[in-house]
C-alpha cells in the first residue's frame, strides 16, 4: 500500500499569507471517501483541524492529506438527486440566455464526473468538454457521448485544451475547487481558456452557510477549503478576473455559484449580489477570530449532543442504522466519537460503496433493498442535506412508525409519533 503523505499548511492559497488562526480541532479522523472491505488492514487517522487566514479569511485545513490517488477512481457520482437535476438544467438555461449559447459556442467544465452537467449545454446544441481524474467515471461521460479529458485541471491542461478546441464561452467548476491545493494554477488555467468575453461559472459551498447550518460534516480531509465571497474576489484579483455576480442556492448544504470574467471583459459587477454579500459577511463579523470561535464552541456543543442523544436512543432499546453512507457522514459519526457498535449499518444507493465498511466505524454499507428487510426503529439521516426529498420518499417507513434522526443543526427526531397519532385515531 502506497504510503499517504501529510503536509501541514504553511501559506495561504489565495493570498499567500502566513497569520493563521487555528480554531476548530476535530480530532484524529480517517478519510472520509476510504471506504474499505478488509477490516483486517489498518486504518489510517489524520489531524482534521479548520484554520482561518487573518488576512483574506480563507478558511482552510490545517494539514492537506495526500490524495492524489483517490481521485481517479473516484466513488461520488454526480447526484441522481431530482433538486441537483433542476439545479443544473435551471444554471445551464440561465447562462445560455446570458451569453447566448449555440452551436458555435464551447462549453467546458472543470470536474465534469459523469457528464451530467455538459449534457445540459449539449441539449442547445453547444460544444462541450469535461475535464476530471477519475479514471471509472470519466469512462462513463464517454459513453454516453460527452468528449471528456482524463486530467487533473492544471494550467498546462489549459493551454493544451486551447491548442485543440480554441476557448471557452463558457467555463465551469462545480464543487470541486475546495478539493484544490493550488489554486493559483487553476485559475491561471482559466485565465488562459477562457474567451475575452467568457464567464467562468464557480459553485462552492458558501462559508456563511455552513457556519449558519453548523454543518462542520462538510469538513472532511477531501475539502481543503472553504470561501466568502470577499475570499474569491481577493483569488481573482490577483488575475486580472473578477466576480461579477453571485447566487444562493439550497443545494450541498447551502451553496453561492460565482460568476466570474477578465476583468477587462463587457460583464460588469452586479453591486446587488456581490457588494451586497460582501457587505454582509463584514456586518457578520467573518473578518474577525471571534465568529470563528463562536462557531466552534457551538460545534464541540453539537457534537457532544449528538453522540449522547444517539447513545440514548440505544439505551431504549432501538435499532440505529445510517440512511445514506456519505462522506459527511464518516465526519459526523467520527468526530463526534459515535461508538462503533451504534448503528447496525449504512443504506446506500452507490454499487461501489455496498459491501464495503464505514470508515473508521467498521458498519457495513447495504444496498436498500437489502434494508428494507433489515428495517431498524431509527434511520440516522447521515445525508441531512437531502432531508425534504428523502422524507417524502421514505413516506412508508414513517407511516409504519419507523423514525429519523436528523444530526443538524440540532439533534431531531422526525415521524413514528404521527404515525402513532394517525393509528390511535383510526382505532
Ligand atoms: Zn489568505
Known amino acids: 500500500m502506497q504510503r499517504t503523505r501529510v503536509t501541514p499548511v504553511r501559506s495561504c ?39 482561518s487566514c487573518r488576512s483574506c479569511r480563507l478558511m482552510s485545513l490545517t494539514h492537506v492529506v495526500d490524495e492524489h490517488d483517490l481521485y481517479e477512481h473516484y466513488f461520488y457520482v454526480s447526484s441522481p438527486s431530482r433538486l441537483i437535476h433542476w439545479h443544473m438544467e435551471g444554471l445551464a438555461a440561465h447562462y445560455r440566455s446570458r451569453l447566448d449559447l449555440g452551436p458555435d459556442s464551447l462549453v467546458v467544465e472543470i470536474g465534469s464526473n459523469n457528464g451530467d452537467q455538459l449534457s445540459k449545454f449539449r441539449e442547445f446544441g453547444c460544444a462541450v468538454l469535461g475535464i476530471d481524474p477519475a479514471r471509472n467515471i470519466t469512462a462513463q461521460a464517454r459513453a454516453r457521448g460527452i468528449d471528456t479529458v482524463t486530467d487533473f485541471f492544471t494550467a498546462e491542461v489549459a493551454k493544451r485544451v486551447r491548442a485543440g478546441h480554441g476557448r471557452a464561452d463558457l467555463m465551469m467548476a462545480r464543487h470541486v475547487i475546495a478539493h484544490i491545493d493550488d489554486l493559483h494554477d487553476v485559475v491561471a488555467g482559466v485565465r488562459e481558456l477562457l474567451a475575452p468575453d467568457g464567464l467562468f461559472v464557480l459553485e462552492v459551498p458558501y462559508l456563511v452557510e455552513l457556519i449558519n447550518r453548523r454543518a462542520f460534516d462538510t469538513v472532511y480531509h477531501e475539502h481543503l477549503s472553504y470561501f466568502l465571497v470577499s475570499t474569491l474576489q481577493r483569488l481573482f484579483e490577483r488575475f486580472g478576473m473578477r466576480v461579477v455576480d453571485v447566487a444562493e442556492f439550497d443545494v450541498h448544504g447551502g451553496s453561492i455559484v460565482v460568476t466570474i470574467a477578465h476583468a477587462d471583459s463587457r460583464h460588469r459587477v452586479n453591486p446587488e449580489t456581490v457588494d451586497a454579500r460582501v457587505r454582509a459577511e463584514e456586518e457578520a463579523g467573518l473578518f474577525r477570530d471571534e465568529a470563528y470561535d463562536g462557531f466552534a464552541d457551538i460545534v464541540d456543543r453539537l457534537r457532544a449532543s449528538l ?8 439505551e431504549e432499546g432501538l435499532r440505529l442504522a445510517g440512511y445514506g453512507a456519505s462522506a459527511k457522514g464518516v465526519t459526523l459519526l467520527t468526530t463526534s466519537q459515535v461508538p462503533p457498535g451504534s448503528l447496525e449499518f449504512c443504506s446506500d444507493t ?11 466505524l467498521g458498519i457495513p454499507v447495504i444496498s436498500p433493498e437489502e434494508a428494507r428487510e433489515r428495517e431498524p426503529d431509527v434511520y440516522v439521516l447521515l445525508a441531512w442535506n437531502y432531508r425534504d426529498e428523502i422524507l417524502a420518499k421514505e413516506a412508508d417507513f414513517l407511516a409504519r412508525g419507523g423514525r429519523f434522526f436528523i444530526p443538524i443543526p440540532e439533534p431531531q427526531l422526525v415521524g413514528g409519533e404521527r404515525a402513532a397519532i394517525s393509528s390511535a385515531a383510526r382505532s
Open 13 to 51: 492559497r489565495v493570498c499567500g499569507a502566513e497569520d493563521w488562526h487555528t480554531f476548530l480541532e476535530l480530532g484524529r479522523v480517517p478519510l472520509a471517501n476510504s471506504f474499505v472491505t478488509d477490516e483486517s488492514v489498518p486504518e489510517q487517522i489524520f489531524p482534521l483541524a479548520l484554520m
Open 307 to 314: 453522540r449522547s442523544s444517539l447513545l440514548d436512543l440505544r
Open 350 to 360: 452507490t454499487p461501489e460503496k455496498q459491501g464495503t465498511l464505514v470508515p473508521g
